[in-house]
């Protein structure tokens, strides 16, 4: 069964500091999504990682992927209050299947002043 | 260029009364999925479907819950004999022909309320 750990689940962070969220995740995934919810919103599609190494960036966020260790991390960088979210992770197994994924917990970014 | 239309967005039911929601893919999409998320959770995978057919209900609860995406119309979760645990918010998603660019569009969810 294909699991999907984020950490940490909670980040309380100040206006231009930097910060990382992890994704692991358990078995061989083909992709892995970066979503981003606000509340009694919808998802908000950030990044798709395809390959290992890949580096996505915009803006303030760039998502890395390493397949090897299987973990994805989402990094902040001089944080403002609009990127408080909450932010998900996602992996498919592919196949015939690209649109069954499987969420981590999620992350809960507060920025404050 | 319409996106994932679901509603109603908000639904309240007692226990015991049935839930319908709707979900209509964006255009030119075929493949269909519903997803929930309970309270301070995830999303969980539900179900997959295109057109006439349902492709993987492996998440699908066994009894209650079903699913269909017809020729015509949109695709329907039907909640039979709600219960509180019920309650939660079901994001419907879909995806081009042939899915194989894996990427998803969501709708804005319709979150269930059950008395």
């Known amino acids: 069964e294909l699991k999907v750990e984020q950490n940490p689940l909670f980040l309380s962070m100040q206006e231009g500091k930097n910060y990382t969220i992890y994704c692991n995740y358990s078995?061989?995934?083909?992709?892995l999504y970066w979503y981003r919810q606000d509340p009694g919103k919808s998802l908000e599609s950030l990044f798709v990682l395809l390959s290992n190494g890949a580096v996505k960036q915009e803006g303030r966020l760039m998502a890395s992927l390493d397949t090897k260790a299987r973990l994805s991390t989402l990094h902040i960088t001089a944080a403002v209050h609009d990127l408080s979210a909450t932010y998900f992770c996602a992996v498919t197994a592919g196949g015939t299947s690209y649109g069954k994924l499987t969420f981590g917990q999620g992350t809960i970014l507060t920025v404050h002043p | 260029n319409a996106g994932v239309m679901q509603n109603p967005r908000h639904l309240v039911r007692r226990r015991g009364q049935e839930a319908r929601l709707r979900c209509s893919p964006m255009k030119g999409h075929s493949h269909v999925y519903w997803y929930r998320q309970l309270p301070e959770e995830g999303l969980k995978f539900m179900v997959y479907l295109q057109k006439e057919n349902i492709i993987d209900e492996s998440g699908m609860p066994k009894e209650r819950f079903s699913a269909e995406f017809p020729k015509e119309g949109p695709s329907i979760l039907r909640i039979q004999q709600v219960v509180r645990g019920d309650s939660a918010a079901y994001f419907c998603?879909?995806?081009?022909?042939?899915?194989?660019?894996?990427?998803?569009?969501f709708g804005e969810g319709s979150r269930l309320t059950v008395l």
């Open positions: 078995t061989t995934s083909d992709r």
């Open positions: 998603a879909s995806s081009p022909q042939g899915g194989n660019t894996g990427e998803l569009f």
